[in-house]
């Protein structure tokens, strides 16, 4: 019997780390075949075709490596891979999903990974979260469900998952909403049907710099009052509570909001910002008015990466069809 064909790349992160020497910390040295030598049952679900892309630290990917592995997964897919798996660090993993889901532009699953515990740590989590990640990229059930995170047991929707532990094995959540699956046995089980999804066209320039910067107690206002200066193409304010900032920084947000796009999260780390609630000024009313648009429940990471895309295909006049308060 012809087995599903399955695709998966290695970019580094700690399931590809080791040390070299005992007194030294891991560094991303294990190639992509090396993992899949740790999951010798992968072989009865699937023809497997393995490349390692890249052995970096997750902090050390940028949006121009991720557009190359973007096209190798596109071309997986038309070489007839039912499904598609990334390990990668988790320090970024958040954000390198929420890239992937903007653009991919497939029924079938793009699945990411990694390992909280490296290779030679007692209990490494590697090949356990990599033999989920292919049994999720594997089931028919995934399809037109975009780009998901497979970590410790759960599956996370790319647009949800953030890592809000910065070393347990439960390092991955997706607050408010929880894990849109579990792995239970064997068995993918989702907990929700599918939703919609809104793919964006790959950018045309990738040059464009987005600012990302977190309002905290008594912060001057010198790096916002150069914001447009120095060139930057829109702006991600990480702010307070439901999206609040200073009257300081709100009178520079005015000026900025005139010449590029400005959003403003919450920096909590869970759930929305408000729209009519506060009516201080620096509330989010008032940035309204001046301006800014709230992101809703988008995270200011990941509303940094879909402000980035935006105006990387010029389409930063649709921010707001984007940002989802519900
Ligand atoms: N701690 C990280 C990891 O989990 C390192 C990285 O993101 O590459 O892989």
Known sequence: MD??????????????????????????????????????ELTLLAEVSIETLGLL???????????????????????????????QGTDT???TATFFDYLWDHDAPLILTGAMRSAVQAGADGPANLLDAC?????????????QVVMNGQIHSASAVRKTDSLALQAFSSPIVGPVGLLVEDSVRYLRPPVPRNVL???VQTTQRIALLEASL???????????GLG???LVIAGFGAGHVSVNWAERIETIAQKIPVIVATRTGSGATARSTYGFDGGEIDLTRKGALMAGFLC???????LWLLVGCHRQDELAKHVSHT
């Open 3 to 40: 087995l599903p064909k399955l695709a998966i790349a290695a970019l580094g992160g700690t399931v590809s780390m080791q040390a070299r020497h005992a007194s030294e910390g891991v560094i991303p040295t294990v190639s992509g075949e090396t993992l899949l030598a740790s999951i010798p």
């Open 57 to 87: 630290p997750s902090a050390s990917l940028d949006f121009g490596f991720l557009l190359n592995v973007l096209s190798w997964a596109n071309f997986q897919i038309k070489q007839g891979a039912i499904g598609v798996v990334i390990t």
């Open 93 to 95: 993993l958040e954000e």
């Open 135 to 147: 049994r999720v990229a594997l089931a028919s059930s995934s399809r037109q469900r975009g780009v």
């Open 201 to 203: 066209p790959l950018p």
């Open 218 to 228: 008594s912060a001057d206002s010198l790096l916002l009052e150069n914001i447009v």
């Open 232 to 234: 930057y193409a829109g």
């Open 300 to 306: 200011p990471r990941k509303a940094r990466i879909l």
